[in-house]
């Protein structure tokens, strides 16, 4: 039986009004191609960019939808991927520790691209029509941010849902950018809320589609297709043997990274970081924890459990150390002395709480497995410090100053410190027992169906259909661009 993850059926007449209101808006959509290799990019679009910021609301900044953004708020166009190789003073391990940043995307991280690839397939099929129906973005965090951006350059009206405990930088961002902004109960553990929630606007009978990243496949394609080509170009930059591509597994988009990697690296492994306080996958666990955004106590709809070979649950307590550690000032001070470049010191505030979380993963993969120098390990940093400044001041509340004695005891214990516990090679009978968690969540709640989740661990093509969609939908964006041309 085969199904249809991406569904690229025309309805020519709502199409007539997502190309009107294109037109009107002065919106070109740009391809996955384009997003994969920005010197593909037009260059009267490159010039319009080097007037912009790169978070304001102009839907040129669609063509800022990718890895290769120069580090600049304002004029920036494209360069290498931005990174940061990690000091073994910093890892404790010989391997290369390579720390992809999200920070230089429109909204301050990757998010934003897959909450693009989620729309747009349905925008220039005609399925969705943006002069009636509104764009809902069920997510932790970053996702909803993402995706009223999008909904905003794309003239489509928007709903972010989030749980009311993330940080109040996500809502003083929304509420700039958000048609309404939805809070549900809990952290971000708390994702089944987010889920009832959904269900409660779907019965309401109000004009609406439901863009749950945790289901929709466009998050997939999107991470296979650009982020797996970024980490590629990286990878060939920094030199080396892949040896692992490691996420948190949040909403099962980020990690299909790995699945084009390894396609690549035959030899590479897959690595899902999860929080220890609610280790799903570690042990089936459940729990609150202090990692924000990742979204846990269920298996995504979209993680490829089969194709994943380690877990490791990370210590929140040692991610809420890491940021302290990479801006306070004595935590920067000791790292100098440990002879860590000013290069270096420059790029820590790209780690966000889980992109802190993600390197720690890394770290305990490079050790688990006791790699070289000539090994590398790629993870990602999903957005920056930049929405935690409100946690580093609630930590200094509660904890006092960050002191020099203080950055001794961290960079001890948890940086130093760091071993190869709650690391697990899955096997493959523990591998499909993840993947029958998704029964309890996608077919007995969310309606999937049986057969489609047998599918997803019996049937490989099922998984690999889904890159073939990419030049289908870049073949759909370009006639959509005509249209609007031609209107």
Known sequence: MKFNQIDLTINEKTLANAVKRAKENGIVIPTLKQMKNPDLIPMEV?????????????????????????????????????????????????AKIVAMSGKYFPTGAHKVGAAFACLVPRLVTGQFDPTTTKAVW???????????????????????????????????????????????????????????????????????????????????????????????????????????????????????????????????KIVAAEALQCPTIYENGFGDHRIEGIGDKHIPWVHNVKNTDLVAAIDDEIAMNWIRMFNEKPGLDLLRKKGVS??????????????????????????????????????????????????????????????????????????????????????????????????????????KSYEEICAQWDDDTYWSSIPEQAEKLDALIDAFNKKVRNA
């Open 46 to 94: 490159k010039n319009e960019l080097k007037k912009l910021g790169t978070q304001e609301l102009n839907p040129a900044n669609l063509f800022r939808i990718n890895w290769h953004n120069e580090p600049k708020s304002e004029g920036g166009l494209y360069a290498s991927p931005n990174y940061v190789v990690l000091p073994e003073a910093i890892t404790g391990t010989k």
């Open 138 to 268: 069920p997510s932790t965090g970053n996702y909803c941010r993402g995706g009223a951006y999008d909904s905003a350059l794309l003239g489509c009206q928007s709903i972010a849902i989030l749980p009311e405990g993330m940080s109040k930088e996500r809502f003083e961002w929304l509420e700039k950018v958000a048609g309404e902004i939805i809070k549900t109960y809990g952290c971000e553990s708390n994702v089944k809320e987010i889920f009832d929630k959904c269900n409660e606007l779907r019965a309401s009978g109000d004009d609406l589609m439901i863009f749950n990243q945790f289901e929709e496949f466009g998050n997939y394609l999107w991470h296979h297709e650009v982020t797996g080509s970024a980490v590629e170009e990286i990878v060939k930059e920094v030199g080396g043997d892949l040896r692992g591509f490691v996420s948190s597994t949040g909403s099962g988009g980020t990690i299909a990274a790995g699945d084009y990697l390894k396609k690549i690296y035959p030899k590479s």
């Open 342 to 447: 000013e290069k270096v010191i420059s790029k820590l505030n790209w780690a966000g709480i889980s992109g802190s979380a993600n390197v720690i993963a890394a770290i305990k993969m490079a050790k688990y497995f006791e790699m070289g120098e000539d090994d590398v390990i790629v993870t990602i940093l999903t957005d920056s410090i930049e929405m935690y400044g409100s946690r580093l001041e609630e930590l200094t509340e509660e904890k006092g100053a960050f002191t020099a004695e203080d950055a001794a005891v961290v960079y001890g214990r948890y940086f130093q410190g760091i071993g190869i516990d709650h690391i697990k090679e899955l096997s493959y009978y523990e591998r499909k027992a993840v993947h029958n968690l998704k029964y309890y969540t996608w077919v007995e709640q969310q309606g």
